[in-house]
């Protein structure tokens, strides 16, 4: 739809006549409103931020947008829903806990999750002129506004979005936001994961007296657990509430790109062209529309280049149990389950594993059968199903075994009595009997003599 004839709907719409259906747009139509589109379309505009302040576009484009977050379901209005789906590929490094990112879709593409609302906003972090960090005078700092960047004026290697200790500048964004906030090295430059230690802190319930700036200092190691790093770029050390912990939170500004300065993003961690917020397997390839060609790489779930079709079968989306979890990663796919946990790590789920712990007992209930594609052996009833205990030691003879038993010798105290988490930590002395630990865990002794005092009981001490 051309510029003109949308703002030839607005004056008929002005004048209280009718719209033509000709007036009303399709997808990827100019329009001024979402009544310029046709039925089940809105109008969706562009985000900007001019002079610290943020607007919306005054015309935008028609288009299918269910789950309202921004992105429409065929963003880049060619006609399919799939063939450039939006994403960020970024994964956590379990060694490092930074976020590694590897390849991004954000602009002019598809929704990944078009009936989730999953949308994020693009921020970058930055000095501005006004702050302590920028390296300006002071009378150059009174002549700009508070919202101008401090990059925009002084383009320089020392200013402080830039750290180069390690000849390395600090991230202008993170994609992940972590709700504790996030780290900062010992120079002060924002690192891409999440709080590495949590510093206690306190501050008054008006947020007065807040402990953290005070504990601010040079070069600090924040993993001292004693002070914490002085930010190089902007941004404030405050605590999250009145007894809580120390959070960094970085004045954002936003990322520039083109004329919609508001960037919209939307997470993909496995590549697979669906959203982390609607994936049932989000760490692992299983896409949507596999048999087709173009499309057959989103469902490489082991990422070795080749799509195989026992892969494609695992596409889609499918998931044959109907449960969160879909085939590609479900460890048990022919048995509906809420947790998809694996206690002995042999690939077979905890609901469909004859054998939970792997001890070679089958847990109460089950028998040897096949899990998960396989042939699993056991015998017998576990007394310990959640421990593996291939001994199946039961002293006490009560059916459940010594190493899930609470008071395995059956003596009526508990080998942790006092509830402290650990046993024989406070054991009972003088004949004591509540709150406190079984004096001889291995021997019945329902009393608790112990003569000595010595924490150690009559019956199991070799000197009573």
Sequence with gaps: MRIGRAILCALL????????????????????????????????????????????????????????????????????????????????????????????????????????????????????VRDACCPLSAEQKSARRDWELCEDVT?????????????????????????DGYNLNAQGCVECR???????????????????PSLVSENCDIMSGTCLPRPACSGKWS?????????????????????????????????????????????????IECQNPAFAKNCDADG????????LLLGNQANRDSDK????????????????GDLDGDGCGNPCDPDEDGDGYCTPGRTSGFCNGRQKTCRGSDNCPRIANPNQRDMDNDSLGDVCDPDKDGDGIREDGDGSGVEG?????????KK?????????NAKQEDRDGDGIGDVCDPTP
């Excluded at 607007?55 to 799939?82: L, R």
């Excluded at 976020?99 to 000095?127: G, K």
């Excluded at 999440?194 to 953290?212: E, F, V, Y």
């Excluded at 919209?264 to 609607?278: A, F, K, L, P, T």
């Design 239 to 287: 605590c999250t509430s009145e007894i809580g912990f120390c959070k960094f939170e970085p004045r954002m500004a936003l990322e520039l790109a083109g004329a919609n300065n508001k960037v919209r993003y939307q997470i993909d961690s496995d590549w697979d062209g669906v959203g982390d917020n609607c994936d049932n397997c989000p760490s692992q390839a299983n896409g």
């Design 13 to 128: 719409a002005a004048s209280s006549m009718s719209l033509a259906a000709g007036c009303r747009g399709g997808t990827g139509d100019e329009c001024l409103q979402d009544s310029d589109c046709l039925e089940g379309m809105v109008c969706i505009k562009g985000e900007l931020y001019v002079m610290g302040k943020d607007y919306e576009t005054k015309s935008g484009n028609c288009g299918v947008d269910n789950d309202m977050d921004g992105i429409p379901e065929d963003g880049d209005f060619d006609g399919s829903t799939v063939n450039r789906r939006c994403g960020v590929h970024v994964v956590k490094n379990p060694d490092t806990g930074f976020e590694n990112v590897y390849e991004t879709v954000l602009d002019d593409c598809d929704d990944n999750c078009p009936a989730a609302n999953n949308s994020e906003l693009l921020r970058r972090f930055a000095c501005f």
């Design 304 to 311: 070795d280049g080749v799509t195989t079709p026992g892969e």
């Design 325 to 340: 979890f879909g085939d590609a990663c479900d460890l048990c796919p022919d048995l509906a389950n809420a947790e998809n």
């Design 155 to 179: 383009p320089d290697a020392n200013t402080c979005e830039a750290c180069f200790p390690s000849a390395s500048p600090s991230p202008k964004f993170c994609y992940y936001s972590y709700a």
């Design 194 to 212: 999440a709080l590495q230690r949590k510093i206690s802190c306190t501050k008054n319930n008006d947020g007065t007296n807040d402990t953290c």
């Design 425 to 433: 930590d406070n054991p009972c002395r003088s004949g004591a009997t």
């Design 436 to 444: 406190c630990d079984d004096n001889c865990p291995d021997v019945a």
